[in-house]
């Protein structure tokens, strides 16, 4: 008989504990679905497809000891400390459900007494501020969703390490990124991350029965995963020395494609994006190598790739003059 899996990480290592959830959502059974609770020391964390040097100040992290990771989905930059507990749903393909996994976290909230809404593409809000961003990834047979739940963050670093395009904070309506986020702490006095992720557990369990504890992946595995995590080429390595750059603020994220072109043709490319989906964007850069660098064509690929709503988007990429 297959029972719901909770489980709450023994580190604080960032890579040891985003490995352990890629290897539980690897190994999701159906029936059986997972929630992982993880905390992280000092940490920017950055979406599959973004440039970490257009996101954060890289060499002032390097001087303070803070880590840098890149995750398997998409999104944006955010920021761990010991202050937040980070939340991870791994499931078989037959029992994710985006609406049913949100809803545990916030009848979470309203057992701390907060009163939490979903708002956004990927958001968690309370009293109009955030307090949660949401990030998704699928591998074969199995879904990850996971997120950050701030409760006594130490809200000052972000500023500190972060960078945020103008367009972002114009698009929320505040001046800094630190305007839009709030700890649940300070909403409700008294409530800790060990309280919280009780009352996770207990959602959870109200949700999909009694679960099961403990029982935690293979370590080789997740070694061999937190290796690729802490290395040069994943965190760094996605860079290309681009000749052309096209790009566009969308409601879903900003977009930048960065194109290789010699002769005419595109040669290689690249998407830097924050976008949710975290499969289009190299399924598109795929599609563009070889082809003509001509707008009509990056249409076509984008057709290829995304469908038609991507694209009726990409149809309005303005490239970026030297």
Known sequence: MTRPLFLESVT?????NLATERVLTEQARPGAPVLFLWSNTDTVVIGLHQDCRA??????????????MRRFSGGGAVWHDLGNV????????????????????????RKVGIDAVRTGRNDLEAAGCKFSGNAYYQVPGGHCQHGTLLVHCDLSRLGEYLTVSPEKLKKHA?????????????????????????ALQEAFEEEYGPAETGRFPDRERVEAYAALLRSDDWIYGRRIPATQIWKRSFPWGNFELRLVVRQGLIREARVVTDMLDSRLPDVFAAALKGEPCLPERMVKAARKAGGEDFAKDITGLARVRD
Not at 12 to 16: E, R
Not at 86 to 109: G, I, W
Not at 176 to 198: E, F, H, K, Q, W
Request: charged share 25%.
């Open 12 to 16: 604080h290592n960032p890579y040891g």
């Open 55 to 68: 996101e954060c100040r890289v060499d002032r992290m390097r001087e303070k000891g803070i880590f840098l």
């Open 86 to 109: 980070n939340f991870s749903f791994c499931c078989h393909d037959a029992d994710y459900d985006v609406d049913r996994q949100t809803d545990v976290v916030l009848r979470a909230c």
């Open 174 to 198: 505040v001046s800094s990124v630190r305007a839009r986020v709030v700890n649940l702490a300070d909403l409700m006095p008294g409530v800790t991350i060990p309280r919280l992720s009780a």
